[in-house]
Structure formats: structure tokens, C-alpha cells
């Protein structure tokens, strides 16, 4: 099925482990995009690629790190988890002019 | 900070009615959109309108813009079991490249 696939679905760390959070598109959009999302907040954007080459930093990227691989795959890496980043993080892709997101099903992580 | 802001937070409605919610933003806008989110699911794009259009309608939907108000409002007519989800407007900031997202609207749609 065309869309955006985030894997892993769900994953615990224990504070300190680091992780790769992985996003793969099939609509040959330009842009890719990492949010979180915390119970009562709307979603935070963590970091966006404008395009294949190209990151940058969105509202809350600290403690994060990101890789434009291909034009395909955009991946959110956590060096050293915080239990502060327990949250949902969703995947997003867009065409160029935004004509609106296609988002994944969203990674489920639990840092204790 | 937030761009958009919906109200009310919580909606709960009978099947069969008609469900409203507004949004409300800071600054211009290229468009504004609207998105449902189903429990543990991602977001789904419902519509998009444009910073130039008033009023558009997809199906049971009906979006409105005020840019006067940097307000919208989302319609969904003849509600339905299925419609209850979240509910998230989301604005494209003019020279802006990020979408910012509300906090959402809850919606409950009682069979």
C-alpha cells in the first residue's frame, strides 16, 4: 500500500540507550517531517527536510538527531534517551507547496 | 508555541447531528487544514483551504475560513458512529515552510 511505514511500531529504552526511529515514503514526495505528540498537545515538529539533502530544526529538536538517507527515507535518531521523550512520534511526507501531509502510524516510545 | 487553537476541546454528540469546531490562529496564513485522528492511529488529511477561499465542502464536510478572524470552522453534517476521532486544524505560516498543528478537538458521536 502507498504511504509513509514507521517502524518500530512500539519500543521501551531505558534512559541513556539510543535508538534510530525509521520512515520510508512511496509517493516520491519532497518533503519528509518528524512530529511528536504528548496527551493533550497537538503535534510538535521535531525536524523537517524540505527536501533530499536538507534537514532542519523544527520546534523541539534537542536531543535529537536526523538523516535524510534518500529521497525516500528520513530516520529520527535519540543518542541518549530521557524519560522526557517518551511520547508518540509520527512520520510525515509532503508534496512540495504542502497540498497536505501523509502520515505514518506512528512509533509508540517508552523511555523509563 | 501553538498556532491554532480549536474549540471546544470535547464534543460529545448524537448520531445524526451536526458537529462544529473552530480553530483559531495567530499570524497569516498560506492555508489551513484540517486533519482526523483516529485512537492510536496517525492523522488523516481531510481538506485544505486556501488563504483566498472562504468556504469549501468535501462530502459531509464544510470548512470555512475568516482570515479577518483568523478563525476557521470545520462542519460535519449528519454525524455518524464512526466520525468520533480527534480533530486537528493545522496552518502553513506565510514566508513560513513548517505546518503547526492545534491541540485538537475530541469527538464523540453517540449511536
Known amino acids: 500500500n502507498a504511504g509513509v511505514t514507521q517502524t518500530p511500531k512500539f519500543q521501551v529504552l531505558k534512559t541513556g540507550q539510543s535508538m534510530t526511529l525509521q520512515c520510508a515514503q512511496d509517493m516520491n514526495h519532497n518533503s519528509m517531517y518528524w512530529y511528536r505528540q504528548d496527551p493533550g498537545m497537538g503535534l510538535r515538529l521535531i525536524y523537517y527536510s524540505a527536501s533530499e539533502g536538507t534537514t532542519d530544526k523544527g520546534e523541539v529538536p534537542n536531543g535529537y538527531n536526523v538523516s535524510r538517507l534518500n529521497k525516500r527515507e528520513f530516520s529520527l535518531r535519540l543518542e541518549s534517551a530521557a524519560p522526557s521523550q517518551t511520547s508518540v512520534y509520527f512520520c510525515a511526507s509532503s508534496e512540495t507547496g504542502n497540498y497536505g501531509y501523509t502520515f505514518g502510524s506512528g512509533t509508540r516510545l517508552t523511555v523509563v | 508555541s501553538q498556532q491554532g487553537e480549536e474549540d471546544p476541546q470535547a464534543l460529545s454528540i448524537q448520531e445524526g447531528e451536526n458537529a462544529t469546531m473552530n480553530c483559531s490562529y495567530k499570524t497569516s496564513i498560506n492555508n489551513l487544514q484540517w486533519y482526523r485522528q483516529n485512537s492510536g492511529r496517525g492523522l488523516v488529511h481531510l481538506i485544505l483551504i486556501r488563504s483566498n477561499e472562504r468556504e469549501k465542502h468535501s462530502g459531509r464536510l464544510r470548512v470555512t475560513l475568516d482570515t479577518s478572524k483568523k478563525s476557521s470552522s470545520l462542519l460535519i453534517t449528519a454525524s455518524r458512529a464512526a466520525d468520533t476521532a480527534s480533530y486537528f486544524c493545522?496552518?502553513?505560516?506565510?514566508?513560513?515552510?513548517?505546518?503547526?498543528f492545534g491541540a485538537g478537538t475530541r469527538l464523540f458521536v453517540k449511536a
Open positions: 493545522a496552518t502553513d505560516e506565510t514566508g513560513g515552510f513548517k505546518t503547526i
